[in-house]
């Protein structure tokens, strides 16, 4: 017996016991990990006094507990796990550990529907949201036409997905060059993904859109299941596969673009978390769940480092994540050289 | 025989076309800028020169900077030949790679660090990050041809990761090596630049030398015994001379990515899988690609230039995925 079933009324879910484990393990880490950035910053309060400023104590200390430190360390959390939910889909649909939103040119084509919404337009939070999700949407659907042909296979994916990623790029940086000075100062400033000065009237849009993205995964979890046991199976049983896959597929760009609108594209969580996650859950494919957690903590994680790193100089937490990731890439590669 | 000597001939004039379409190009690259410069003048200028300011700028600013590009390109592009040659693979390139990425992070490190200042030291830098950035992904990615590319942008990112936080860390010594953050040929044809162009065509020569046995290596290992090559001698020298070219374009041009894979598969066109022509073709129109990237470089933005790798990754982008298209199934 290696799963639980949680029934409560006409409902219920099946969760591995592995899983269970890892909850029990990854969400006290998690809170450990938010309470130290919420102690961290300029000056260090005690954990007794965030406990105090989250119940509404007033003071200065305390203001700067709740209205700097608490939107920064939520965003986080929420989108790690956004981004590792995004990496997670995008990996089981490519079949490739590598076919993550972040290497296949995704988080790159959100930045630019981003970028062309603050050259063109005024730039608000929900145009924001709106350029990067149809910008995202584009990247997605270059690469997969693109990759049309011959089979949809993995690596072939992933490396037009680098093409498309160094155009795009490339067209980024000419956008900048041709902005405002203004506009292009706070556009480089963010092309490293960022989580500085992220404050609540950032966060509102974002939030509930990962919200709604994150309940629709919910609904089409079952489909998904028997969609991991094969195609056939999943046909038998009444899964419309190609219409499945594109829903999880729009699901995920919406994850990685809402992140991207706010704070940029941030490198490699996407990548890395599904993968540590399905190894610490020792689960076959790669379950939603233990990459959003390993998301978050990613995150969270690099995001403390970024600003612990150089202090007081505070690191875009995409720098971070860029440096680790790529190294775990490498070690990804050179593990499976030597499996085969 | 006939037919070979046809084909010969063909493939002759149509080196001499490219090398007359070289020749515009470089012209006309000279009388473009904020100074526009007829051609007329700047061939005038170029045989016979007098104090006019035009000549002047013709003969102080333009002319280096169209050779420094002419240098970069055959060198970005022959090195891309040899690493196509001897990977056997379609889709390798230096930038591509890492390797370029390698060499611009050891200058950026090295000259924060004290040690650069000289194009020798500079030089030196690049070949080392080079070497470093080839043992690596060749180690790790070796066994497929994209493997290769994934591991090179893998390599490529995790250093661009360091190069952006040091630059935040040292703010003052980064801003004046940000040149290599990314390729341009802009201010750079006032810097020494004797010593790599030499490095550069010495080594152009060395590889021109070497095609023909890598020609037979290419043949697999067991035809280049029976036709007298020694194999290991020439796979060390090709590496080397990847290096050197690689190396030696970075440190002058910072890293420019993809003129070592378009370039390839347009000689490739030309030339068959003949590699000494192969590489006299790509001698010739990397500088074409590198000239005509520069002169967009001046001429897409209103207000002032374009880094020539942003040029480069627009043109080379569209290559990469045609290549993979082409050719990634096999590799699968």
């Known amino acids: ?340 | 025989m006939t037919a070979t000597r046809r084909r010969q001939g063909g493939r002759v004039a149509l080196l001499a076309a490219a090398l007359v379409l070289l020749a515009g190009v470089a012209v006309v690259s000279i009388g473009v800028g904020a100074h526009a410069i007829p051609p007329a003048e700047v061939v005038r200028a170029l045989l016979d020169r007098d104090a006019s300011s035009d000549h002047v700028v013709v003969w102080d600013i333009r002319a280096p900077r169209a050779l420094l590009a002419a240098g970069a390109g055959a060198a970005l592009a022959v090195a891309g030949v040899l690493i196509q040659v001897l990977s056997r693979n379609p889709l390798a390139e230096p930038g591509v790679l890492g390797v370029t990425a390698g060499s611009g992070f050891a200058i950026a490190v090295g000259s924060a660090l004290g040690f650069a200042g000289s194009a020798a030291a500079e030089l030196g830098l690049a070949a080392v990050g080079a070497v470093a950035a080839v043992a690596l992904v060749y180690a790790v990615g070796r066994r497929s041809p994209l493997r290769l590319v994934l591991t090179g942008v893998a390599l490529s990112s995790v250093l661009a990761g360091v190069t952006l936080g040091l630059r935040l860390l040292l703010p003052d010594v980064f801003d004046q090596f940000r040149f290599w953050s990314v390729g341009s040929l802009a201010g750079r044809e006032q810097s020494a630049m004797g010593l790599p162009l030499l490095v550069i065509a010495v080594a152009l020569v060395g590889a021109l030398l070497l095609g023909r046995q890598l020609d037979a290596v290419a043949l697999g290992e067991a035809v280049a015994h029976t036709l007298g090559a020694n194999v290991a001698v020439v796979r060390g020298l090709t590496l080397l001379l990847i290096t050197v070219l690689a190396g030696a374009a970075t440190a002058v041009a910072g890293p420019i990515l993809f003129v070592g894979l378009i370039v390839p598969h347009l000689a490739r066109r030309a030339a068959g899988a003949s590699v000494p022509w192969l590489l006299a073709y790509a001698a010739v129109l990397g500088p074409i690609l590198l000239l005509v990237s520069d002169i967009g470089s001046r001429v897409l933005l209103p207000t002032g230039e374009v880094p020539v790798a942003i040029v480069t990754a627009f043109l080379g982008g569209p290559v990469l995925i045609w290549a993979v298209r082409r050719y990634g199934e096999a590799a699968l």
């Open chain 1, 1 to 340: 017996m290696n799963a639980v079933v949680l029934r409560r009324g006409g409902l219920s879910v099946r969760v591995g016991r592995r899983t269970l484990v890892l909850l029990a393990v990854l969400v006290p880490v998690l809170a450990g990990l938010a309470l130290l950035g919420l102690c961290h910053g300029a000056t260090w309060a005690s954990p007794a006094k965030v406990v105090e400023a989250l119940g509404g104590a007033r003071g200065g200390a305390n203001v700067v507990i709740r209205e700097w430190r608490l939107p920064r360390v939520l965003a986080g959390l929420v989108f790690g796990a956004a981004l590792g939910v995004a990496g997670a889909i995008f990996q089981n649909v490519t079949r490739n550990p590598m076919g993550s939103p972040d290497i296949i040119g995704l988080d790159a084509g959100a930045y630019t529907g981003a970028l062309a919404v603050i050259t063109l337009l005024a730039g608000t939070s929900a145009q924001l949201t709106v350029g990067s999700v149809v910008g995202g949407v584009l990247a997605a659907a270059a690469v997969y036409l693109l990759s049309l042909g011959g089979g949809l296979s993995g690596l072939r994916l992933v490396v037009i997905g680098i093409a498309v990623n160094a155009i795009l790029t490339a067209l980024n940086s000419w956008i900048v060059l041709r902005a405002e000075l203004e506009v292009a100062i706070a556009a480089v400033g963010w092309s490293a993904g960022s989580l500085n000065g992220v404050g609540w009237g950032d966060l509102g849009i974002p939030f509930a859109v990962i919200a709604v993205l994150f309940v629709l995964l919910a609904l089409l979890s079952r489909a998904l299941h028997q969609a991991a046991l094969g195609t056939a199976v999943a046909v038998t049983t009444g899964v419309r596969v190609e219409r499945l896959r594109l829903q999880l597929v729009l699901i995920g760009v919406g994850c990685t673009a809402t992140v991207t609108a706010v704070a940029g594209p941030i490198a490699f969580i996407a990548l890395a978390a599904p993968q540590i996650g399905r190894r610490l859950a020792r689960a076959p494919g790669i379950p939603l769940l233990p990459a959003a957690l390993t998301g978050a903590l990613l995150l969270q994680g690099a995001d403390l480092l970024a600003q612990v790193l150089l202090a007081p100089v505070a690191l875009p937490v995409g720098v971070v994540s860029t440096a680790i990731g790529g190294c775990y890439l490498i070690w990804l590669l050179a593990r499976e050289v030597r499996r085969t």
